[in-house]
């Protein structure tokens, strides 16, 4: 069954750091665009981050400069390094293809107190 898993949210600071990581189910995984997406109460979920098979990356404007993605294909994870994080980054974080096709996990909770 093609699924993913993610992991590492918490609560955290205003400035603060998080490592999210994604285990992801996927045939293919090393020729499969990966993301990251985040939705919070009452919006739509939100592109943050991607990176290809072979590790190219880009980021939505929002985070750009603080957040890096990357992936490991032999373990098939992918991981969101979270710097300078602020209240407004406080979501829901959720793993997928890009374009997002498989089902999509439990997310993990990201939460930044000012």
């Known amino acids: 069954q093609v699924q993913v898993v993610e992991s590492g949210g918490g609560l955290v600071q205003a400035g603060g750091s998080l490592n999210l990581s994604c285990s992801a189910s996927?045939?293919?995984?090393?020729?499969?665009?990966m993301g990251w997406y985040r939705q919070s109460p009452g919006n739509q979920r939100k592109f943050v981050a991607r990176i290809t098979g072979n590790g190219f990356a880009d980021y939505a404007d929002f985070v750009k400069g603080r957040f890096t993605i990357s992936r490991d294909n032999a373990k098939n994870m992918v991981s969101l390094q979270m710097n300078m994080l602020q209240p407004d980054d406080s979501a829901v974080y959720y793993c997928n293809g890009v374009p997002a096709k498989i089902m999509w996990g439990q997310g993990t909770q990201v939460t930044v107190s000012s």
């Open positions: 996927i045939s293919g995984f090393r020729f499969t665009t």
